[in-house]
């Protein structure tokens, strides 16, 4: 079972959800500013977003590429966003800068020169002001086999859905957190847990 953990970086505004391999009274959870009462928003409207990917070394389950896989996962966001809306460029495959003004979702060995630990699939690294989300880059993990496919993982052993981990990823982006992390935790079958598994849309509570 893969498993995604939730860093606040208070003194350096920096925000890094992880995701591994293997609340409050909400049934959802918001990243919260220092404050722990506002959650972290974007400014409404258009929140644009480089798609700097890889073409797959061999052809995906589905027939999609890497960019096109997230994508989809983007456009499932679209659709239940009310203020804002994620906007996409395709952009020649390359590393992220962290702090650079910009939305990056990349493939690389390393979290900004940083070491992955050994069960980390994916990382969404945020920028903030205050409350306010100034910035939102996406790392998958090149240590993993990375696929996209519908439904159980038993299905594609030692290749992971990058569909699924980029919608909870992107949860992390728009502000969500892990509900079944929270304070108490809760128990949900939903995209945002903090372990990945058979779900691979967005559920109720994502959108809630």
Do not use: C
Not at 63 to 84: K, R
Not at 114 to 130: D, I
């Amino acid at each position: 079972m893969r498993a995604f953990t939730e860093r606040l970086r208070q003194p350096a505004a920096l925000g890094a959800a992880i995701l591994l391999l293997g609340g409050r009274a909400l049934a959802f959870d918001y990243i919260t500013d220092a404050s722990g009462f506002f959650p972290l928003a974007w400014n409404p409207g258009a929140v644009p977003i480089q798609l700097k990917l890889p073409a797959p070394a061999s052809p995906l389950v589905d027939g999609t590429t890497y960019n096109g896989s997230v994508q989809t996962a983007i456009d499932q966001w679209n659709a239940v966003l009310g203020t804002i809306q994620l906007t996409t460029q395709i952009a020649p495959a390359s590393g992220n800068t962290n702090g650079n003004g910009v939305n990056e979702v990349v493939m690389a060995s390393s979290i900004n020169g940083s070491a992955f630990s050994a069960n980390t699939l994916a990382v969404a690294l945020t920028q903030r002001n205050g409350s306010l989300r100034t910035e939102g880059d996406v790392i998958f993990n090149t240590a993993f086999t990375w696929d996209s496919y519908r439904g159980a993982r038993s299905q594609f052993p030692g290749r992971f859905d990058i569909r699924r981990i980029a919608l909870h990823e992107l949860g992390h982006v728009l502000g969500l957190d892990h509900p079944d992390q929270g304070t108490p935790p809760q128990t949900l079958n939903v995209i945002m847990n903090s372990r990945s598994g058979d779900i691979d849309t967005l559920q109720s509570d994502d959108i809630a």
